[in-house]
């Protein structure tokens, strides 16, 4: 590459002139000899304002940095090298951050110098908002992830470490992001969320996050692609899944007892009872209420009533099985839907129903003696009833039974 100062002096002048840089020359005492348009077009300053003025001095405003511009100063007496960044103003008073550069001129005379500055305002704006960005991000409780091109973590915030039981962010750079999706997630992302990201860029749903010890749990995931990458937003719903599961459980089931309550197990039991008639065993609906039961409220307070209630729903978990529907209807009836049994008549459920009954009853220095009033209706694929049929004919075999002990 041929020395600077072989060029001819038009080619430097010309270089000078058009460069988008402004370009200052100065003297010995540090004053303006030439400048180009651009910096006309940066400061706002022309020939009468410039010629002979000190630069440093000329754009020295209100916040500019005292230190900094004798620094400049001293660099343009001495020929020292210099750089760096000032606020400066231009002459109609705005400020601007000026990335100014001073040396000596190569070639020509030897007291001269050369100041070239750009306006950076953007570049520290820019800057300034990405270190705000990233402080914000870093602190958010939600994790957020930059993947590169290969979908590997270019950036991961504490958050999104803390959630899948890694130490920082840092230290999943460079690691796939499938790492932390358990394989139905990942299923579910290389399929119908990858089609949708294709043709909205965009994704938001729900997924089953994987920590580092093997756990999972529920996230909501928020997918953006970028160019040359994609972005993800992850935030733990653990808290809002149990809460909508408890609300779902309180809804569906009877507080006291923990068996479904009457709109839980009309529910789930008409559900089974469309599937009856495809089962070779038989369905059966058996309807329990506690006898004496206002007795032993009057007698004892209702909190041993309570009791009482509690020990019928004991009984029946004990007596049927885990796949039949049991529910307390309200105060002390119980309801249950056996399906797909071998017992045609109820007989045997409710002999087991009594073994389990004597032997709550046996136990020494028990303040009451349970008895259990009992109806069954026998589900029939060829006259098929709906539940709440089957119900008022099992409640009406339970009424006639108790009428024939009066």
């Given at each position: 590459?041929?020395?600077?100062?072989?060029?001819?002096?038009?080619?430097?002048?010309?270089?000078?002139?058009?460069?988008?840089?402004?370009?200052?020359?100065?003297?010995?005492?540090?004053?303006?000899?030439?400048?180009?348009?651009?910096?006309?077009?940066?400061?706002?300053?022309?020939?009468?304002?410039?010629?002979?003025?000190?630069?440093?001095?000329?754009?020295?405003?209100?916040?500019?940095?005292?230190?900094?511009?004798?620094?400049?100063?001293?660099?343009?007496?001495?020929?020292?090298?210099?750089?760096g960044e000032l606020r400066h103003y231009?002459?109609?008073?705005?400020?601007?951050?000026?990335?100014?550069?001073?040396?000596?001129?190569?070639?020509?005379?030897?007291?001269?110098?050369?100041?070239?500055?750009?306006?950076?305002?953007?570049?520290?704006?820019?800057?300034?908002?990405?270190?705000?960005?990233?402080?914000?991000?870093?602190?958010?409780?939600?994790?957020?992830?930059?993947?590169?091109?290969?979908?590997?973590?270019?950036?991961?915030?504490?958050?999104?470490?803390?959630?899948?039981?890694?130490?920082?962010?840092?230290?999943?750079?460079?690691?796939?992001?499938?790492?932390?999706?358990?394989?139905?997630?990942?299923?579910?992302?290389?399929?119908?969320?990858?089609?949708?990201?294709?043709?909205?860029?965009?994704?938001?749903?729900?997924?089953?996050?994987?920590?580092?010890?093997?756990?999972?749990?529920?996230?909501?995931?928020?997918?953006?692609?970028?160019?040359?990458?994609?972005?993800?937003?992850?935030?733990?719903?653990?808290?809002?899944?149990?809460?909508?599961?408890?609300?779902?459980?309180?809804?569906?089931?009877?507080?006291?007892?923990?068996?479904?309550?009457?709109?839980?197990?009309?529910?789930?039991?008409?559900?089974?009872?469309?599937?009856?008639?495809?089962?070779?065993?038989?369905?059966?609906?058996?309807?329990?209420?506690?006898?004496?039961?206002?007795?032993?409220?009057?007698?004892?307070?209702?909190?041993?009533?309570?009791?009482?209630?509690?020990?019928?729903?004991?009984?029946?978990?004990?007596?049927?099985?885990?796949?039949?529907?049991?529910?307390?209807?309200?105060?002390?009836?119980?309801?249950?839907?056996?399906?797909?049994?071998?017992?045609?008549?109820?007989d045997v459920l409710l002999a087991r129903l009594d073994y389990h009954?004597?032997?709550?009853?046996?136990?020494?220095?028990?303040?009451?003696?349970?008895?259990?009033?009992?109806?069954?209706?026998?589900?029939?694929?060829?006259?098929?009833?709906?539940?709440?049929?089957?119900?008022?004919?099992?409640?009406?075999?339970?009424?006639?039974?108790?009428?024939?002990?009066?």
């Open positions: 590459m041929p020395e600077l100062a072989s060029l001819p002096t038009s080619v430097l002048a010309a270089v000078a002139f058009h460069t988008g840089d402004a370009v200052i020359v100065t003297d010995a005492n540090g004053q303006v000899v030439w400048f180009n348009e651009a910096f006309t077009a940066l400061s706002g300053y022309h020939d009468a304002d410039v010629a002979g003025a000190q630069p440093e001095r000329l754009l020295q405003g209100e916040e500019t940095d005292r230190l900094q511009t004798m620094r400049v100063r001293a660099a343009l007496l001495s020929g020292d090298a210099w750089r231009r002459r109609d008073g705005t400020s601007f951050w000026h990335e100014v550069q001073v040396s000596s001129v190569p070639g020509m005379q030897e007291s001269w110098r050369l100041w070239m500055g750009r306006d950076v305002s953007e570049r520290r704006t820019v800057a300034r908002r990405f270190l705000e960005l990233s402080a914000v991000v870093e602190l958010s409780l939600d994790g957020v992830v930059v993947l590169d091109e290969a979908h590997q973590i270019r950036i991961a915030n504490a958050a999104f470490a803390r959630m899948h039981g890694a130490s920082t962010g840092a230290a999943l750079q460079g690691r796939s992001w499938r790492e932390f999706y358990t394989a139905e997630s990942l299923e579910q992302l290389d399929g119908e969320i990858r089609h949708q990201l294709m043709l909205e860029s965009t994704w938001h749903g729900e997924v089953t996050g994987l920590r580092a010890d093997g756990s999972t749990f529920p996230q909501e995931l928020t997918l953006s692609l970028l160019s040359g990458g994609m972005a993800m937003v992850v935030r733990d719903i653990t808290e809002r899944v149990e809460y909508e599961d408890a609300l779902r459980r309180m809804s569906l089931s009877d507080p006291l007892t923990g068996l479904y309550n009457r709109r839980g197990f009309l529910l789930l039991a008409q559900q089974l009872l469309n599937v009856a008639s495809r089962q070779s065993g038989h369905t059966l609906l058996l309807y329990f209420d506690l006898n004496r039961f206002k007795q032993i409220n009057d007698t004892h307070g209702h909190a041993v009533g309570d009791q009482a209630l509690v020990e019928v729903a004991d009984i029946m978990r004990e007596t049927f099985r885990e796949s039949d529907v049991i529910a307390r209807l309200g105060g002390d009836e119980f309801v249950v839907l056996a399906v797909n049994s071998l017992d045609p008549s109820g009954l004597n032997g709550r009853n046996t136990i020494p220095e028990r303040a009451y003696r349970l008895s259990i009033g009992r109806g069954v209706a026998v589900y029939d694929p060829q006259r098929p009833q709906s539940i709440e049929e089957l119900l008022q004919s099992a409640d009406e075999v339970l009424m006639a039974s108790k009428a024939e002990r009066r």
